[in-house]
């Protein structure tokens, strides 16, 4: 009997791996039926437990994803930004406290440090967003470029350095500059020498050069963005809105490393065990500097966030850019890490949500194809108000149908919900969520729920 019982105690967590992973493939092939293209990887204790590539690198000619894909990381970036920052500072090479201007002193903005900097606390503004009306948008821009642009045009400041937070592109830009500057070398051949290489991270590289010098890299994700006009998916240098990923294609720090899910968990190891910097740095670095989410409780340590939900304690980061979203997290309870790639813009976050609670025995709502069906527009009356999910959304009637509201938005952000039966509807903009309501034998609404990516949560009716 004893004997039985170790065997039993001994392959019941290989048992519960196995059922978390059907559970988890279940999921994401989903996911894919709902449109999801793009790469996933689980690990715990930093090994991996699940591993998969869906849909295409290459929509055009129809050429697979596989787990070796390179992906463009957006603002995944900013975590290798922050960590050179922090090898120059073990160097002796700068400080912290260092001013901006001691390295750019053409710059027009005083007393902001290079901590401003790391954590989205210098009041910069938005690069893009000025340089989209001064820039000639057939002429590449690098990092030198928007220096010189900054320089000249001297955009205000939002806020005080250190005031406030407010997310900052701007910023690591100025820090990838910062690192070309001390090194006398590119940020691209920093990043190569001094984590790619010593990490074993062969795939990874800053890919800055797609347009400029026309370089190409084999398995390489190309990102896609949906043409409502068309009904497709297309690059996103088709489409005059997204001109920028021309013209801002050059500039690194920010954005533009490029990696492979495999990669990421090197990197996500190194930073677990401080293989690239001290341990008293490396705990700097994932340690919360500044609140970002009230509510939440959420703070960013530099180039990361510094979160807690429901399921515990973890750091994570996102990225976006036209055609890619990515998501990196690891959570301290079972201590896993979720890599989550997507190259046609899939909610990467919402995706790896759900992964998180799947590994942790939750519930979770499969996703499946929702076919819109025809109901009495006067159903909807009841429906209209405003509700409280995760925010507040108002739910309102025009022309016999329903649609999602954002307080305080244009109605052109409005979104269309589709009726799959008279008590529950789905999103028309190709995303996994739902509103379902539950009524009361008076046919008033009880209950709402809204299921987000399979993660579904109660409503209250504020309005």
């Known amino acids: 009997m004893y004997k039985y019982l170790i065997l039993f105690l001994l392959s019941a967590p290989l048992i519960c791996k196995a059922q978390h992973n059907t559970k988890i493939d279940h999921y994401l092939n989903g996911e894919y039926q709902q449109g999801f293209n793009g790469n996933v990887l689980i690990a715990q204790h930093g090994k991996i437990i699940y591993q998969k590539a869906f849909g295409y690198r290459n929509l055009d000619l129809k050429l697979p994803l596989n787990n070796s894909s390179l992906f463009d990381l957006a ?14 500072k073990e160097q002796g090479k700068l400080k912290l406290t260092d001013s901006l201007r001691a390295y750019f002193p053409q710059l027009p903005y005083h007393n902001i440090t290079i901590q401003n900097l790391l954590t989205h606390t210098s009041g910069l503004p938005d690069y893009l967003n000025q340089m989209t009306k001064k820039w000639d948008h057939k002429q590449i821009a690098f990092n030198n470029d928007v220096l010189e642009f900054l320089a000249s045009n001297k955009p205000k400041p939002l806020f005080p350095p250190g005031s406030q937070y407010e997310y900052s592109n701007t910023g690591y830009i100025l820090l990838a500059s910062i690192i070309d500057k001390l090194t006398g070398d590119s940020y691209a051949n920093y990043l190569k020498q001094h984590i790619f290489k010593p990490l074993g991270m062969d795939s990874s590289r800053v890919y800055n050069t797609r347009r400029s010098k026309k370089d190409t890299i084999a398995n390489y994700a190309y990102g896609y963005v949906y043409n409502a006009v068309s009904k497709t998916y297309v690059l996103p240098d088709s489409l005059k809105r997204f001109d920028f990923v021309y013209w801002l294609d050059g500039v690194t720090g920010d954005g533009t490393v490029n990696s492979t899910t495999g990669d990421l968990l090197k990197w996500d190891n190194a930073l677990l065990s401080h293989k690239l910097l001290n341990a008293a740095d490396q705990k700097d670095m994932l340690s919360p ?7 939440a409780k959420g703070y960013y340590g530099y180039g990361i966030d510094i979160l807690k939900d429901e399921l515990g304690n973890f750091t994570s980061h996102n990225g976006s850019w036209p055609g890619y979203t990515s998501v990196l997290t690891h959570y301290e309870t079972g201590d896993y890490t979720i890599i989550v790639l997507s190259n046609n813009e899939s909610n990467a976050v919402g995706i790896s949500k759900a992964i998180g609670y799947i590994l942790n025995s939750r519930a979770v709502v499969q996703p499946y194809l929702h076919k819109k069906v025809t109901i009495d527009p006067t ?20 022309d016999g149908k329903l649609y999602r509201h954002l307080p305080g938005r244009s109605i052109n952000s409005d979104v269309e919900l589709n009726p799959e039966s008279p008590t529950k509807f789905f999103y028309s903009n190709r995303v996994d969520i739902q509103i379902e309501f ?9 209950h709402a729920y809204l299921i987000n990516y399979g993660l579904k949560t109660e409503a209250r009716k504020t309005q």
């Open 75 to 88: 603002s995944v970036s900013k975590q290798f930004t922050a960590l050179s920052i922090l090898q120059l």
């Open 289 to 295: 500097h500044v609140l970002t989410d009230t509510i």
């Open 379 to 398: 159903v909807l009356d009841k429906y209209i108000g405003k509700y409280l999910f995760t925010l507040e959304i108002e739910l309102v009637k025009r």
């Open 438 to 446: 539950e009524l009361d034998k008076q046919g008033n609404v009880a």
